[in-house]
């Protein structure tokens, strides 16, 4: 018997969260030609972020109306999903 491991992801810590809009993202593995997705509520992309490298990253949400998000980072096949509060 063995035991086939299907997380495809990495893990994504997002703080602080809730913000008023200045995110910072650390990820559990060096980024490399990464691309960050935010998308509100019903499915519309709000902002769109390609080409990022590093274990930290920035993400600014000012622009954006206080509420709830979904974000998701995704390098070649690996993808992790995240929820942001905007305060």
Do not use: W
Request: proline share 3%; hydrophobic share 35%; charged share 15%.
């Amino acid at each position: 018997v063995s035991i086939v491991d299907l997380s495809i992801g990495f893990n994504i810590q997002l703080f602080p969260n809730p913000s008023d809009g200045h995110f910072t993202l650390v990820s559990s593995m060096e980024l490399d030609d990464a691309e960050i997705i935010v998308c509100n509520t019903i499915g519309q992309v709000v902002q769109h972020q390609s080409q990022l490298s590093g274990r930290r990253l920035h993400l600014e949400m000012r622009h954006t109306a206080p509420g709830l998000y979904y974000g998701i980072v995704k390098q070649r096949h690996k993808t992790q999903t995240f929820t942001i509060f905007r305060q």
